[in-house]
């Protein structure tokens, strides 16, 4: 395996990764009658929102503390009071996320003491929660301001208490469709669940008669609060190992045993999730998983004639990229390059314990932008491109089948529906990637083929 870094750095040219508050608002939109709010810039809001609802096609908003220059010198707390009292008489919010911008960070807000001012000054009046993360996207992706945020909230709103049999599941950042999955699926072992964030409804609702301020769904903020008198945690993401994060904090403060798995893309990453919750619950795997995995194995015999030895660059969030690789390499495809804007320090690590055999084949790059990867695809000759929408126009210069997973998905519609993980999304997964190289075996021939 080789593992590279840019040696010479100039500056990031279309970065592959977003911007960390952007993590943080899908957090706080995954909370029952929660609003995010960004101390910062107008235009940091707005990026944000832009790129959430090109995605998932649902309206999102993001309020604002409206720096300007005068406020850069002299401080936002005036700012932030305004933006408060003003999203709290319009919104009603049960929860307000705050999250820093660059320009609060650089600037040495502090956050936390303007907020318990603001609570102190309206003491015996009903409030909102209000949870503050820090987020400077300088220090780290979305993903870093993702899990910035989840631990925010649980180390602000959860409590302790005698255990009971229900468990919390981090699932990182993941598709609504995914979502509603993992719903199903500790549904059908039994097991009480507390799953935070939650936005397979905030983010992917049905149809209204009348626009609503703030969408039904998420995560209530009793379940929230209850977080610390469950039995266990489960947090998908191999590169948290280690890492703070809620589920350490619950671990550390309530006694919660914390497990950390990769996310569940593919068969191995799927088998060890259902094996977890055979202990968790103790009840085995349901017939219709278990039929699931099966037919899931047979397709893979239909088509390993196709995809066998095939050479495949991946992209996108570092935990995503780790599911896939480990996917990949289970059915056969070298995942010639795994790439990432994320900077964990974990990605080659982690991408050796899940493609062990395929390890001097691979190449990893953490903390590039897609010039660097654009730059590194030529000559890795890639069969195909795996990854969001950022990518499209290598695989286009490349002449390569490209198949969308992930976030941002700017160009199609459904990204809120793509189903990554468990059997059903690894299902849906290979069946792409077949395709896709299918499709592209009858574009590139002139003979037409019908039967292939
Ligand atoms: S200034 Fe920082 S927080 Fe604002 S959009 Fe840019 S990277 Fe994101």
Same mark, same amino acid.
């Given at each position: 395996?080789?593992?590279?870094?840019?040696?010479?750095?100039?500056?990031?040219?279309?970065?592959?990764?977003?911007?960390?508050?952007?993590?943080?608002?899908?957090?706080?939109?995954?909370?029952?009658?929660?609003?995010?709010?960004?101390?910062?810039?107008?235009?940091?809001?707005?990026?944000?929102?832009?790129?959430?609802?090109?995605?998932?096609?649902?309206?999102?908003?993001?309020?604002?503390?409206?720096?300007?220059?005068?406020?850069?010198?002299?401080?936002?707390?005036?700012?932030?009071?305004?933006?408060?009292?003003?999203?709290?008489?319009?919104?009603?919010?049960?929860?307000?996320?705050?999250?820093?911008?660059?320009?609060?960070?650089?600037?040495?807000?502090?956050?936390?003491?303007?907020?318990?001012?603001?609570?102190?000054?309206?003491?015996?009046?009903?409030?909102?929660?209000?949870?503050?993360?820090?987020?400077?996207?300088?220090?780290?992706?979305?993903?870093?301001?993702?899990?910035?945020?989840?631990?925010?909230?649980?180390?602000?709103?959860?409590?302790?208490?005698?255990?009971?049999?229900?468990?919390?599941?981090?699932?990182?950042?993941?598709?609504?469709?995914?979502?509603?999955?993992?719903?199903?699926?500790?549904?059908?072992?039994?097991?009480?669940?507390?799953?935070?964030?939650?936005?397979?409804?905030?983010?992917?609702?049905?149809?209204?008669?009348?626009?609503?301020?703030?969408?039904?769904?998420?995560?209530?903020?009793?379940?929230?609060?209850?977080?610390?008198?469950?039995?266990?945690?489960?947090?998908?993401?191999?590169?948290?190992?280690?890492?703070?994060?809620?589920?350490?904090?619950?671990?550390?403060?309530?006694?919660?045993?914390?497990?950390?798995?990769?996310?569940?893309?593919?068969?191995?990453?799927?088998?060890?999730?259902?094996?977890? *919750?055979?202990?968790?619950?103790?009840? !085995? /795997?349901?017939?219709?998983?278990?039929? =699931?995995? #099966? +037919? %899931?194995?047979?397709?893979?015999?239909?088509?390993?004639?196709?995809?066998?030895?095939?050479?495949?660059?991946?992209?996108?969030?570092?935990?995503?990229?780790?599911?896939?690789?480990?996917? *990949?390499?289970?059915?056969?495809?070298? !995942? /010639?390059?795994?790439?990432?804007?994320? =900077?964990? #320090? +974990? %990605?080659?690590?982690?991408?050796?314990?899940?493609?062990?055999?395929?390890?001097?084949?691979?190449?990893?790059?953490?903390?590039?932008?897609?010039?660097?990867?654009?730059?590194?695809?030529?000559?890795?000759?890639?069969?195909?491109?795996?990854?969001?929408?950022?990518?499209?126009?290598?695989?286009?210069? %490349?002449?390569?089948?490209?198949?969308?997973?992930?976030?941002?998905?700017?160009?199609?519609?459904?990204?809120?529906?793509?189903?990554?993980?468990?059997?059903?999304?690894?299902?849906?997964?290979?069946?792409?990637?077949?395709?896709?190289?299918?499709?592209?075996?009858?574009?590139?021939?002139?003979?037409?083929?019908?039967?292939?």
């Amino acid at each position: 395996m080789k593992a590279t870094k840019n040696k010479s750095f100039v500056s990031t040219r279309n970065a592959c990764k977003q911007c960390s508050p952007l993590g943080a608002c899908m957090v706080f939109r995954g909370i029952e009658g929660g609003l995010p709010l960004l101390h910062g810039s107008q235009g940091c809001a707005t990026y944000v929102r832009r790129y959430i609802i090109s995605h998932f096609r649902e309206p999102m908003d993001v309020a604002s503390s409206n720096f300007s220059e005068s406020t850069a010198v002299f401080g936002g707390k005036d700012n932030l009071t305004t933006a408060l009292d003003n999203v709290i008489k319009q919104y009603h919010p049960k929860f307000i996320g705050v999250a820093t911008t660059c320009l609060s960070e650089t600037i040495g807000e502090n956050v936390p003491h303007l907020l318990r001012d603001y609570l102190r000054e309206r003491t015996g009046r009903p409030m909102p929660a209000l949870v503050h993360a820090s987020t400077p996207s300088y220090a780290g992706s979305h993903m870093e301001g993702f899990h910035a945020a989840v631990k925010a909230t649980v180390d602000t709103l959860a409590d302790g208490g005698d255990k009971i049999r229900r468990v919390n599941l981090f699932p990182g950042f993941l598709s609504p469709a995914d979502l509603r999955h993992l719903k199903e699926i500790l549904e059908d072992f039994n097991l009480p669940f507390t799953l935070f964030p939650d936005y397979s409804e905030t983010l992917d609702a049905p149809t209204w008669d009348r626009y609503r301020l703030l969408p039904d769904g998420g995560t209530t903020m009793e379940d929230l609060k209850g977080m610390g008198a469950n039995f266990a945690s489960i947090e998908f993401g191999r590169t948290l190992k280690g890492r703070p994060t809620g589920a350490e904090s619950l671990r550390t403060r309530f006694g919660v045993t914390r497990t950390t798995l990769g996310t569940p893309i593919g068969v191995d990453e799927t088998d060890l999730f259902f094996q977890l *919750l055979e202990v968790l619950s103790g009840r !085995p /795997v349901p017939e219709k998983y278990v039929q =699931e995995r #099966g +037919r %899931l194995i047979d397709s893979f015999f239909d088509a390993h004639k196709y995809v066998f030895e095939k050479r495949a660059i991946v992209y996108g969030e570092e935990d995503l990229v780790v599911g896939l690789a480990s996917f *990949l390499a289970s059915v056969g495809i070298v !995942p /010639v390059l795994c790439a990432s804007g994320g =900077e964990s #320090g +974990r %990605l080659e690590e982690c991408i050796r314990e899940v493609c062990p055999q395929m390890a001097s084949k691979i190449t990893v790059k953490e903390g590039v932008d897609f010039a660097d990867i654009e730059q590194e695809a030529v000559s890795a000759s890639p069969d195909l491109f795996i990854g969001n929408s950022k990518g499209y126009p290598i695989s286009r210069k %490349l002449n390569v089948p490209f198949v969308r997973v992930g976030f941002p998905l700017h160009d199609s519609l459904g990204g809120q529906r793509v189903l990554h993980i468990g059997y059903q999304g690894a299902q849906g997964l290979f069946d792409s990637i077949v395709n896709a190289v299918l499709r592209h075996k009858q574009d590139v021939s002139t003979a037409g083929y019908a039967y292939m």
